[in-house]
């Protein structure tokens, strides 16, 4: 079984589309995760929920709205896509709890292609 | 805020070989996680090591080890005997202990296995 599962591997889509990620975890977490991963490599983080409540949201375009319907899930919609959006999008999970080893376990991510 | 820099954008290594993994990091903090994660070119993203900032032992897992100097904030990943299969994408990351859950990421160090 996998444990953080997003779905779709890949996606390929034209400027100006609407499109969703979608990102389901059964490790029992607590907190998750939306990060983007560049063409360079770079991992930076996006948003990040705790109990389904929005915690962390660094500056990232508007266009972009994520949305936790419960603690396993984390989906992410973009609006209007830009060719800057192509991407790897990773989603992760971890335990906020002071007991827990804190890892953050990843999924298989997403590469966005706008053309 | 927290900065994480791993200085070496790539690496190169003999089968079989030792090689070390840069990775220094900025915090005003006392007590954090630090992370090595492993990117291969499968792109899943896999936790190779981790280490708990109020341990002074160095965390080991088989061929993997840590060299956590707290006072200099540096942490490397030590890969001995290395193999075809450690190829990949190497990043340091650091968690606080309280906050947002937020993980902060290194540029990424990529390392090669010559046979």
């Known amino acids: 079984d996998t444990a953080v599962s997003q779905t779709p591997k890949y996606l390929v889509t034209q400027m100006g589309n609407d499109k969703s990620i979608k990102c389901e975890q059964n490790?029992?977490?607590?907190?998750m995760y939306w990060y983007k991963q560049d063409s360079k490599k770079f991992l930076k983080i996006m948003f990040s929920y705790n109990n389904k409540e929005l915690i962390i949201n660094e500056t990232v375009p508007n266009r972009f709205s994520p949305k936790s319907p419960d603690k396993a899930h984390l989906n992410l919609h973009i609006n209007s896509l830009e060719l800057g959006d192509s991407a790897v999008y990773f989603c992760?999970?971890?335990?906020?709890?002071?007991?827990?080893?804190?890892?953050?376990?990843f999924g298989a991510g997403t590469r966005l292609s706008v053309l | 805020a927290q900065t994480v820099t791993q200085s070496q954008p790539e690496m190169s290594v003999q089968e079989a070989e030792t090689v070390t993994l840069s990775c220094t990091y900025d915090?005003?903090?006392?007590?954090?996680?630090l992370f090595w994660y492993k990117q291969p070119p499968s792109r899943q993203m896999i936790l190779v090591i981790r280490?708990?900032?109020?341990?002074?032992q160095n965390a080991t897992e088989n061929r993997f080890s840590v060299n956590f100097q707290k006072a200099a904030k540096s942490f490397s990943l030590k890969i001995s005997d290395s193999q075809l299969g450690d190829a990949a994408m190497y990043f340091c990351a650091y968690r606080s202990v309280s906050g947002t859950y937020k993980y902060i990421f290194g540029t990424g160090t990529r390392l090669k296995v010559l046979a």
């Open positions: 490790l029992g977490h607590d907190t």
């Open positions: 915090t005003s903090e006392s007590d954090y996680y």
């Open positions: 992760a999970s971890s335990h906020s709890g002071s007991l827990a080893k804190n890892i953050q376990y």
């Open positions: 280490q708990e900032a109020y341990k002074q």
